[in-house]
């Protein structure tokens, strides 16, 4: 049987709000979702996916040795 994660469980894992979560929802930026008759719900492999695709910041340091003269 499928699992599904709640919105309140998928915003606890992402520490962001519900409400957050909705508005993602509605600009079609958030993770994939299903619909569960009026419910939304959430499947982890989904969730996984989004969170592997989200760009990275940082980078290497470079590293200078002193100012130009």
């Not at 309140?8 to 299903?34: C, D, H, I, Y």
């Amino acid at each position: 049987m499928q699992s599904f994660l709640t919105e309140q469980e998928v915003s606890k894992r992402l520490n962001v709000s519900v409400a957050t979560l909705r508005r993602w929802r509605l600009e079609k930026r958030g993770p994939m979702f299903v619909k569960v008759g009026s419910l939304v719900r959430y499947r982890p492999e989904d969730l996984d996916s989004w969170i592997a695709a989200l760009p990275l910041g940082g980078g290497v340091a470079v590293m200078t040795t002193g100012a130009a003269s």
